[in-house]
């Protein structure tokens, strides 16, 4: 079994099993609701920030949102 910060871990192998449940099990998925939600949080932030747009914001509050569920 490895930690978050065990140096074995494959970051990229987890991103893409957790990407292929969040998939399959669409909103069933643990990890779809908190990467919804980092997703809508950074959109606000993108539309409230002037050197941020909209679309920016979106797609970064979703990465930050799902790296911090990898991490776990």
């Known amino acids: 079994m490895t930690g978050p910060n065990d140096p074995d871990r494959d970051l990229v192998a987890d991103a893409?099993?957790?990407?292929a449940g969040m998939a399959k099990?669409?909103?069933?998925?643990?990890?779809?609701?908190?990467v919804l939600t980092g997703a809508?949080?950074?959109a606000v932030a993108g539309a409230l920030?002037?050197?941020v747009s909209l679309p920016m914001g979106l797609i970064a509050g979703a990465g930050y949102?799902?790296?911090r569920r990898l991490q776990r």
């Open 25 to 34: 099990e669409g909103l069933a998925h643990p990890s779809t609701k908190p």
């Open 65 to 67: 949102a799902f790296y």
């Open 40 to 42: 809508a949080i950074g």
């Open 16 to 19: 893409k099993a957790e990407i």
């Open 49 to 51: 920030l002037p050197v």
